[in-house]
């Protein structure tokens, strides 16, 4: 993938993540800490949502993409089962148990509610099989401007709520779905081609794509992963629904939206590495690249964890006062999704040597452990708790995932990808847990982990600059 494609790519998340700074405060300041809290229980619904009804095939789509010569067929064949599965299960709820889904997501007994989220659920199927044609096609800037309309179109309707003295919990859920809805409406047209035309006949003697149920084959393991990891990514907030309270979900869930940028990008290298990763498996000297590009990587997260420790302060200006405790989960909320992109680099050696069940078992063994955690330490701690348990049950499945990866293919280097990322998440829990009472010592130790990576590090970061200066002037060239 080359520099313009990458570009092209990350303009998407990080202008979303962007907005998501616009749109963020601005939640906090209409609506109350519980109502934000039941919207993160929408945007769970969703992921759960589209990783249990694909049944894996959208893995299977990415999978076979690249091989296949009918890829309008191959994206239909994919996409249908689960749709119609979805479609089925949405008319039963509304049909038998109309209230069951408001009631069980948001403590509100509505059928409307049940109906919105359900279209919701169903947007953000479709977006998730049109964003892996823009993806797989390496149609970077459709694919980034898919994503920014819709956020721009929640800042609007927020604006327009501001004025609405009486606004309620009911036009947050409207807004929200309103974007998801026009998210995959924009990545419909923008991948129509695809959805619509038929392919050209094959030869005779040409190789067949797999049929549904080969390609089942492959996606349901691959779906019963990406359960586990949800469970890992998610079930936090379910958890605090069921054990704490709203406000102690809505807290989490500013924290964790605050702490997105690690998020976007760890979207942003997985978009770019997994495709990369394949191209350098043919390579003799896969090996020690990938052993570069992780110490690289351990680099830009420590980075990254200390940078937002240090300026957490910040966040007493930007929100209102009754969101003070999401100024002391920054940095644990950042902690999962970077330790998921270091495991996607240390732990790609599975994937390259088909060991799909050792992916799999890794992500049971680490989704138990992470319900176990919650179960333990929100009825104690609430969002603390939550935070902590999910940052524990990420590090964890970074070990397996590196661990299988070196048993499966090559054994690489891994005790400097641990330890420095254990130092940075035993400060992020004692901050989480004691920095309320300790502001000036957490923020102090913060900059000094940043300074400290900066010094230990800094070959990995000139050899990072080097690299954008050479293809700068090779793109100029």
Request: include cysteine.
């Amino acid at each position: 993938m080359d520099r313009r494609s990458i570009l092209g790519f990350a303009v998407g998340p990080i202008g979303a993540s962007a907005l998501g700074f616009v749109s963020l405060p601005l939640s906090t300041w209409l609506f109350a800490p519980d109502d934000v809290g039941r919207i993160s229980m929408l945007q769970t619904a969703t992921a759960i949502g589209t990783v249990a009804f694909t049944l894996g095939l959208d893995q299977s789509f990415a999978r076979q993409y690249q091989q296949s010569r009918q890829r309008s067929t191959l994206l239909r064949t994919t996409a249908w089962p689960g749709l119609a599965l979805l479609m089925v299960v949405s008319f039963a709820l509304l049909a038998l148990w109309p209230e069951f889904l408001s009631q069980q997501m948001f403590g509100i007994a509505s059928t409307t509610l049940s109906a919105i989220t359900l279209l919701g659920i169903i947007a953000a199927y479709l977006s998730r099989f049109s964003s892996l044609v823009l993806r797989m096609g390496e149609r970077g800037l459709a694919f980034s401007m898919s994503q920014l309309l819709p956020k721009l179109l929640f800042i609007t309707c927020l604006g327009v709520l501001a004025f609405d003295a009486t606004r309620h919990f009911d036009q947050l859920l409207v807004a929200q779905t309103a974007s998801l809805v026009a998210a995959s409406a924009i990545f419909a047209w923008n991948t129509r081609s695809a959805w619509l035309l038929k392919d050209s006949p094959l030869p005779l003697d040409a190789p067949r794509a797999p049929r549904l149920p080969a390609l089942l084959r492959y996606g349901l393991p691959m779906m019963a992963a990406g359960l586990a990891y949800w469970t890992l990514e998610a079930i936090d907030k379910v958890m605090l629904r069921a054990l704490s309270s709203f406000t102690e979900l809505g807290h989490y869930s500013v924290a964790m939206g605050v702490a997105s940028v690690a998020a976007t990008l760890s979207t942003i290298f997985t978009t770019v590495w997994v495709p990369t990763a394949f191209k350098w498996a043919e390579e003799p000297n896969c090996g020690p690249r990938i052993a570069a590009l992780q110490r690289k990587l351990v680099a830009a997260s420590l980075l990254i964890v200390s940078g937002a420790g240090s300026l957490s302060f910040a966040l007493d200006w930007l929100l209102p006062t009754s969101y003070g405790p999401v100024r002391e989960l920054l940095a644990l909320c950042m902690l999962p999704a970077l330790f998921y992109a270091v495991s996607e680099v240390t732990g790609i050696g599975a994937a390259i040597a088909h060991r799909s069940g050792l992916v799999l078992l890794s992500a049971v063994i680490t989704a138990a452990v992470n319900v176990g955690l919650n179960f333990w330490f929100i009825p104690q701690w609430g969002a603390v708790g939550a935070a902590t348990a999910t940052a524990l049950s990420f590090f964890l499945m970074l070990i397996l995932r590196t661990e299988t990866s070196a048993l499966s293919w090559q054994s690489l280097p891994r005790a400097g990808v641990y330890s420095p990322l254990a130092i940075v998440g035993v400060l992020a829990m004692l901050h989480a847990h004691m920095g309320r009472d300790h502001p000036v010592i957490a923020q102090t130790l913060w900059m000094l982990v940043f300074g400290g990576t900066l010094w230990h590090y800094r070959s990995a970061f000139l050899d990072i600059f080097r690299q954008f200066r050479h293809r700068e002037a090779a793109a100029a060239g």
